[in-house]
């Protein structure tokens, strides 16, 4: 009979203040006998930029406290840590960030444990050779990947699956820092090393994933004294996972165990991973207890293999800027100001030589529709205020600077007699950089899963 | 008649950059077999609400987590210049004020 015990870190998406105030309640979780830790530190919410750009979400200071926190903690314990989704896009540059900060902390503390670091992203050139023989599919109803979508795309990262991991833990790697990798595969993997039937040990880990979290949340908040700590801990076993507390103050629900799949999936009922469909219609949340719920039934069924890829394309440099007004004459015709704004800038860019098709000019009117758009359900109403934010995207810094400026010096006078803008920024005008757009959404079919990346041991 | 988020707990979040789930959580089984088996809630009834094409909208009840849950296409794909909600969390509401027919 195999037990696997894992639990995850303090926070979604690696927050950096995740384990703050919640040491204590984390340690009691440590020293109840884990075999892993996981740790996702990816996502593609927060937009395509983090991965075009191979920006992370955390600052250095931020993520070096969690590091000399988590690293010690889970080494002197000897419990396998995996972070996956290094740097939120899990790209190569991700990784090596991570690299990069947990070797000086395992210098300046003196650690000697195994790190594997896998890299997963994949290059254009090499996948357009995939593309070629029919090995990518669209996701999402997405087009077809093409060559030519491919020469435009900057990066592309594989969501790997449990094999790099399972590879690493045979090497007798203790800290596992992985490029993009599913969510799931990260608590899956130490189950499926260990011997858990994979439709258990996949559903498990989907359970514990960023559903972990909002378990313990839960947890934390049946306590006494709301708000106090606690940590879900997982037990995935041969033909059953069980969900339980890490004390016996906190509760779980059976109903909250069987909500975990809905997080971020389309389907409520199974979900996809690199080896197949994860189903989990016909299964059983028992309450064990008050803080324990098991869970029997979860199947897989097999598809040939094939890992998701996420890949960017750079659109232009783009630029913001934003005002509010207050006047009722101008907060009700806000609408038809901007649109005519838009005719006014496209003809006066024109006689500085900037044809339409060179721009993107983005008018957010945000206090009426701004955010449900055809979906508003109170579309004629009058706010007391309201705010626009307009930005460019181009090529050329030039175009940029001379649309923008335009922009600016418009919004100054939108309101005729009623007063221009009030702008909060000096300058009006505020540089975002480089603009990316997702367009690799696709999934690559493989016939070794550890083909999609590299492995780097290193013994420190 | 009661709205939705009078009987349920709803809330919108991404599925992916292209798609959008919204979910519908019950506290009282009893509630949440009266509301699936009503029919208010359907594929149907959130394409109209949404304006998206009621085939592209995946619908599932799901009875041990007294949830029904709908994903529906992204009309603007998050992250893209024209998106003004990157993470979706803010678009449950036209399907809070559905009105529920309870039998």
């Known amino acids: ?460 | 008649m009661p709205t939705l988020s009078e009987i349920a707990g709803v809330r919108s979040k991404n599925a992916g950059p292209f798609g959008l789930c919204l979910d519908m959580i019950f506290k009282d089984p009893d509630m949440y077999r009266r509301v699936r088996d009503s029919g208010a809630v359907s594929a149907k009834a959130i394409a109209a609400l949404y304006h998206v094409p009621e085939n592209q909208c995946m619908f599932t009840c799901q009875d041990a987590a007294l949830t029904i849950k709908c994903t529906i296409p992204r009309l603007i794909a998050a992250g893209t210049a024209q998106d003004n909600d990157m993470y979706g969390s803010q678009q449950a509401l036209p399907l809070e004020l559905l009105e529920i027919d309870l039998p």
């Open chain 1, 1 to 460: 009979m195999v037990e696997v015990r894992g639990t995850y870190n303090g926070g979604g998406n690696f927050i950096h203040d995740g384990f703050i105030g919640a040491e204590a309640a984390f340690e009691e979780a440590l020293d109840s006998g884990l075999d892993f830790v996981g740790c996702d530190a990816g996502s593609t919410d927060c937009g395509p930029w983090h991965l075009g750009s191979d920006q992370g979400l955390i600052p250095d200071r931020s993520l070096r406290m969690l590091l000399e926190y988590l690293l010690p903690a889970c080494v002197s314990r000897k419990i396998p840590l995996l972070i996956g989704s290094a740097n939120l896009s899990g790209s190569r540059a991700g990784v090596a960030r991570f690299k990069k900060m947990i070797s000086q902390v395992a210098a300046d503390q003196g650690l000697k444990f195994r790190a594997a670091y896998l890299d997963s992203e994949i290059d254009v050139q090499d996948l357009k050779k995939q593309v070629a023989a029919g090995r990518t599919r669209p996701l999402d109803m997405r087009d077809p990947l093409t060559a030519e979508e491919l020469d435009r795309t900057d990066k592309v990262v594989a969501m790997m699956g449990t094999e790099p991991y399972v590879r690493a833990l045979e090497e007798g790697a203790d800290v596992i820092v992985g490029g993009r990798t599913t969510d799931p595969a990260l608590f899956a993997a130490v189950p499926i090393w260990k011997g858990v039937p994979p439709g258990v040990a996949w559903h498990f880990a989907k359970a514990m994933d960023h559903g972990g979290t909002n378990l313990a949340l839960d947890a934390s908040a049946m306590l006494p004294g709301s708000g106090v700590p606690t940590w879900v801990i997982g037990i995935a076993a041969d033909d059953h996972f069980r969900i339980v507390s890490s004390n016996d103050k906190a509760g779980i629900s059976a109903h909250k165990v069987a909500q975990s799949t809905l997080h971020e999936n389309a389907s409520p009922v199974s979900f996809l991973e690199p080896p197949g469909r994860v189903d989990i219609d016909n299964c059983t949340f028992e309450q064990v207890d008050p803080h324990t719920v098991r869970v029997t039934g979860s199947r897989l069924t097999p598809l040939p293999y094939t890992v998701k890829l996420e890949g960017v394309r750079r659109v232009g440099r783009r630029a913001m800027t934003m005002c509010a007004y207050r006047h009722p004459d101008t907060v009700r015709n806000i609408r038809t100001l901007m649109d005519n704004m838009r005719g006014y800038i496209a003809k006066r860019a024109q006689a500085q030589g900037i044809m339409p098709d060179e721009y993107q000019l983005i008018i957010r009117n945000f206090g009426t529709d701004g955010i449900l758009g055809p979906a508003e359900p109170n579309p004629g109403f009058i706010p007391q205020e309201a705010v626009v934010v307009c930005e460019c995207i181009t090529a050329e810094q030039e175009v940029l600077d001379v649309v923008m400026t335009m922009v600016e010096l418009k919004l100054h006078v939108l309101g005729g007699p009623h007063g221009g803008g009030a702008f909060p920024h000096s300058p009006h005008v505020i540089p975002m950089g480089d603009h990316y757009e997702f367009n690799v959404w696709h999934v690559l079919e493989l016939d070794d899963p550890l083909a999609c990346c590299t492995i780097d041991i290193v013994d420190y």
